[in-house]
């Protein structure tokens, strides 16, 4: 009796241990972090630093100026674990890089060129996925991109002109794989659907300019000068140096007055409902004026020197846009080339406008594919942009 006992105890055991082992591990693992910065901050030390040589290939394969070879194949294999770090955070809500935007305009921001190697490794990964046909997965990595891009976010001046230049990157690339790739009806949906919702906020200038009041204001007290003179004789060109020396603090306090007015129009011109070509005027308007009133009167000095020239700013949010429009509206005409196996006469009605002229883009077929147009001038580069799109064979 007692060694049936003792055979079933242990039989008991060996099944309790079998089961335990072969079961998943609830809660085996501390949580991971909900702050995308942190990933991408260890994304950034996994990041194989590469020679001269191989950065320039990697630059050049990233904006598609050149095709992918072995060494640099090998080089983006090598940088592997950064690139799921990079992922990862990419596809994560929260991003806060903890920067120290107490120090004014002194204040680092060493996540930005990161950011950009980081976003060319990508490109370039989805550039060699793409010339091995895996069109999805590379699609998927310019996507990631630009989800970057809205991670570096719009707070600053400098962080919104990164932002764009890695969302253009990122453009840039879909648009030649949709050149390359077959016309598969199932890729091309998911890719439309994808773009509807990646990134689900667009960088705006708006915000930038509330972030630059709030560090500008800072700086426009008379306590610690010295420092603010040495800030401004850096970096601003002019005589604010001398005039910073013999302020006080009635002239602080017009400058202030000045430059919150001054960002107040912006705002306002930036918030109304008026199409591209009046609300590029109005800005720069409102620039010319901040220059000619500090040639008369002090209190627009320190605008006139540190305010951004909006419109040119305002140009980079509206290019980068009407790309992005182009691509979603040319997804559709690839998917109607699919379906059909031929292009549509006319674009669809619902397909995204032209934020130049507000309109729908020009479309024109041509032998290789076809070409969408915009209706009205970037008054910056005083041309009309056009984005042309390759049929593959």
């Given amino acids: 009796m007692k060694t049936a006992t003792n055979s079933k105890l242990k039989m008991a055991i060996c099944i309790t241990l079998m089961l335990a082992v072969s079961s998943p591990l609830v809660f085996a693992y501390p949580p991971d972090p909900d702050n995308a910065a942190l990933l991408y901050y260890q994304a950034y030390l996994l990041y194989q630093q590469p020679d001269d040589t191989t950065g320039d290939m990697l630059v050049k394969l990233a904006k598609g100026k050149i095709e992918p070879n072995e060494k640099i194949k090998q080089y983006v294999e090598s940088c592997r674990s950064a690139i799921h770090y990079a992922t990862a955070a990419a596809d994560m809500q929260h991003c806060n890089w903890g920067l120290k935007y107490s120090d004014g305009f002194s204040a680092c921001f060493p996540h930005l060129a990161q950011a950009r190697q980081l976003s060319w490794l990508i490109i370039a990964d989805a550039r060699i996925l793409a010339a091995e046909g895996a069109y999805q997965q590379a699609l998927d990595r ?198 059909t196996g031929q292009l549509p006469e006319a674009l669809c009605a619902d397909v995204p406008k032209d934020p130049f002229s507000e309109a729908d883009f020009e479309y024109e077929t041509t032998k290789d594919g076809f070409v969408l147009r915009c209706q009205a001038k970037d008054l910056e580069k005083d041309e009309i942009h056009q984005y042309e799109f390759k049929i593959p064979k």
């Fill in 142 to 339: 310019c996507l990631t991109a630009r989800k970057i891009s809205q991670h570096v976010g719009d707070e600053t001046l400098i962080s919104f002109l990164v932002g764009v230049a890695i969302r253009k990157m990122a453009d840039s690339c879909i648009q030649d794989i949709l050149g390359q790739m077959p016309q598969d009806v199932e890729t091309l949906t998911w890719l439309k659907n994808q773009l509807l919702t990646v990134p689900s906020r667009e960088l705006s200038v708006k915000a930038t300019l509330e972030t630059e009041q709030q560090i500008a204001l800072e700086t426009m007290y008379l306590e610690n000068v010295e420092e603010r003179i040495e800030m401004f004789s850096e970096n601003i060109a002019g005589d604010i140096e001398e005039l910073l020396q013999n302020a006080d603090e009635d002239f602080f306090q017009r400058s202030r007055d000045y430059y919150k007015n001054h960002m107040a129009c912006l705002q306002a011109v930036l918030s109304a409902p008026t199409p591209y070509e009046k609300t590029y005027v109005e800005l720069e308007k409102l620039t010319e004026k901040s220059q000619k009133d500090a040639a008369k009167d002090t209190a627009a000095a320190l605008t006139a020197a540190i305010a951004p020239a909006m419109c040119k700013v305002y140009g980079h949010q509206v290019r980068t846009q009407a790309w992005a429009n182009a691509i979603r509206a040319a997804v559709d005409i690839y998917i109607i080339n699919a379906k």
